[in-house]
């Protein structure tokens, strides 16, 4: 599908888009997911995923600040959303530090989300490889982890898509590139989770891999053209936010694909 259709789709529809994100990225997520044409709900206890899950349009899961009872809550949402059929997002942040995070991380990637958003080095571990990256950030290239992507793609069935100087989207048996965005994206905190978000949005409206594509797109077309003329990542920040509500449908550039 077109980009550009699945931003018209996106502004018709205005899903509901049910996001378990961390203490970090809860605000610019909201803002980015609102300024795309989405309606995001950043709730995450226990005790009422399982019912939200089922009116919501996509879940997505981030599991930057993780927490037991955040997991626990991660899990049961992840499983309502299967059991519903909701498009769900995982976004396996720094999973490798710790033996905590790999092992939740596994277990969500066992409830087999539709589509796996991350950098490089979280999808080069979560395949079994290992990465470079230090903390949330990436230490590999987007092109050193496709062979990964593909392969996790294939044995998880979903659709694996790696964020990076030019994205990499696949899966396992369509592939493509995505170029765009500003060289102040990365200096802004938590930008990567909000991508997640947008991508949760997508599929609400549109097939996965379209989903994925669209939201890239959308996302590095508002960075290019926020970069433009901003200073620095302050009023990068907020242009990006002008940007992402201003576009419509025929300015997403197909031309970034490839």
């Known amino acids: 599908m077109d980009p550009n259709v699945s931003l018209q789709a996106l502004?018709?529809?205005?899903?509901?888009?049910?996001?378990?994100?961390?203490y970090v990225a809860m605000n610019i997520?909201?803002?980015?997911?609102l300024a795309a044409g989405a309606?995001?709900?950043?709730?995450?206890?226990?005790?009422?995923?399982?019912?939200?899950v089922p009116i919501s349009g996509a879940l997505t899961i981030n599991i930057g600040t993780l927490s037991a009872p955040w997991a626990d809550s991660m899990k049961v949402a992840a499983r309502?959303?299967?059991?519903?059929?909701?498009?769900?997002?995982?976004?396996?942040?720094?999973?490798?530090?710790?033996?905590?995070?790999?092992?939740?991380?596994?277990?969500?990637?066992?409830?087999?989300?539709?589509?796996?958003r991350g950098n490089a080095s979280e999808i080069i571990a979560l395949s079994g490889g290992k990465g470079g990256g230090k903390g949330a950030d990436s230490g590999d290239s987007v092109t050193d982890a496709q062979a990964a992507a593909h392969a996790l793609a294939v044995s998880q069935g979903c659709v694996v898509a790696v964020s990076?100087?030019?994205?990499?989207?696949?899966?396992?048996?369509?592939?493509?590139?995505?170029?765009?965005?500003?060289?102040?994206?990365?200096l802004v905190t938590a930008l990567g989770c909000s991508l997640t978000a947008l991508v949760g949005a997508y599929a609400a409206i549109a097939p996965r891999f379209d989903a994925a594509v669209a939201a890239f797109t959308h996302f590095a077309e508002a960075g290019e053209r926020a970069g433009k003329n901003a200073l620095g990542p302050g009023s990068f920040?907020?242009?990006?936010?002008?940007?992402?509500?201003?576009?419509?449908a025929g300015d997403l550039d197909e031309g970034r694909l490839s």
């Open 11 to 22: 502004r018709e529809h205005t899903p509901l888009v049910h996001c378990i994100t961390n």
């Open 29 to 33: 997520a909201a803002n980015v997911t």
């Open 39 to 52: 309606s995001p709900a950043m709730l995450h206890a226990a005790e009422e995923v399982a019912d939200f």
């Open 80 to 116: 309502t959303a299967q059991r519903a059929n909701i498009p769900w997002v995982l976004d396996p942040v720094a999973h490798f530090a710790t033996p905590y995070r790999a092992c939740v991380a596994q277990k969500l990637l066992a409830l087999s989300p539709d589509i796996v």
């Open 164 to 186: 990076g100087v030019e994205d990499f989207i696949t899966d396992g048996t369509r592939s493509t590139h995505i170029r765009g965005g500003s060289e102040f994206m990365p």
């Open 237 to 248: 920040s907020v242009a990006f936010l002008d940007q992402l509500r201003s576009l419509q």
